[in-house]
């Protein structure tokens, strides 16, 4: 899976990782399917994002972070195929290295008319799954649901890896971390400022990780 890692987000993960974590001999998460126990789990808002690529002019790559993601998974590794996912995206909180563009996502429609992008107050994203279809190593999965943008409800598949599962050493919870990636198309959600110039395209990259309730 190829990693899009921007340097805000960078930045933000050295803040966050406290140092007593970096000087222990080894991580509380592991990639061991058998560490992961049954239950709903809630999205660990502080280390769970989506980041998004868009291509500029056919000049660069440029990316930008939806972080705060709320919501739920259940998940039984005696049927995993059963699981299933249910997350919020808080739009109004899109994240960019340049403070122009991130005011530009959010700005009004000029003289009363539509917005660019999302304008200024944007309904949340919501990504609810349907099927979930396991490989035969039970840890990659295709992931389908329905994805609600900017009004508009359409189906996606994510690519979904195991990352790891374990006890967080801070509140003693069961915690399981997922990467996913998939590609949209922005017109299919009604926001087509700019194609082709800012590519109709947007890859997502999800790092996600939950804790058990």
């Not at 080894?26 to 809630?42: C, E, I, L, N």
């Not at 808080?90 to 340049?98: G, M, N, Y």
Request: no cysteine; proline share 7%.
């Amino acid at each position: 899976m190829r990693r899009i890692i921007p340097l805000a987000a960078l930045a933000a993960a050295v803040v966050a990782v406290p140092v007593v974590v970096a000087q222990s001999p080894g991580m509380p998460g592991a990639p061991d399917k058998s560490r992961v126990a049954a239950g709903t789990y809630a999205a660990d808002a502080g280390h769970t994002m989506v980041v998004w690529e868009v291509d500029h002019f056919g000049f660069s790559d440029y990316s930008g972070i939806f972080g705060d993601v709320t919501g739920t998974l259940v998940i039984d590794p005696a049927n995993p195929g059963a699981s299933r996912v249910d997350v919020t995206i808080p739009v109004a909180k899109v994240t960019t290295a340049s403070s122009g563009l991130t005011g530009h996502l959010l700005r009004a429609g000029k003289d009363g008319g539509k917005p660019d992008f999302f304008g200024p107050a944007p309904a949340d994203a919501k990504f609810v799954s349907t099927r979930v279809v396991l490989d035969d190593d039970g840890d990659e999965a295709k992931v389908t649901g329905n994805l609600t943008l900017n009004g508009v409800t359409k189906p996606v598949t994510l690519d979904v890896d195991f990352h790891g599962a374990g006890t967080n050493p801070y509140n003693k919870k069961a915690t399981v971390g997922f990467n996913a990636e998939t590609t949209i198309r922005r017109s299919d959600f009604g926001i087509t400022y700019g194609i082709p110039a800012v590519s109709d395209e947007v890859e997502l990259e999800i790092h996600a990780a939950f804790e058990k309730q």
